[in-house]
């Protein structure tokens, strides 16, 4: 059974940094496309930053310049390091693997900037 387990939210002042942390098992990280998302209060869940298949990365216009992901192939993991956080960036935040034509998802981590 495929499971997502993230860590590493808070609270941390704006300008503050975080960084989160997905452990896969069951599934292999190196073989899929791994994401970040998070969804804030009333409104929709949202790419923050993700591999595509190629192996390349992506991010979200919002975070650009101040988040970084990576993974590390041999413990199954994918990351988001998360510098300069701004009051806007609060949400929950969710890993997510896409393999076998199926999304798979963590239960998610908050993450709250206080201004």
């Known amino acids: 059974q495929v499971k997502l387990v993230e860590s590493g939210g808070g609270l941390v002042q704006a300008g503050g940094s975080l960084r989160l942390s997905c452990t896969g098992s069951a599934i292999s990280f190196p073989l899929a496309t791994t994401s970040w998302y998070r969804q804030a209060p009333g409104k929709q869940r949202e790419l923050v930053a993700g591999f595509t298949s190629g192996g390349s990365t992506r991010y979200a216009d919002s975070v650009l310049g101040r988040f970084t992901i990576s993974r590390d192939s041999e413990k199954n993991t994918v990351d988001l390091q998360m510098n300069s956080l701004k009051p806007e960036d609060t949400a929950v935040y969710y890993c997510?693997?896409?393999?076998?034509?199926?999304?798979?998802w963590g239960q998610g981590t908050q993450v709250t900037v206080s201004s």
């Open positions: 997510n693997v896409h393999r076998w034509v199926t999304d798979f």
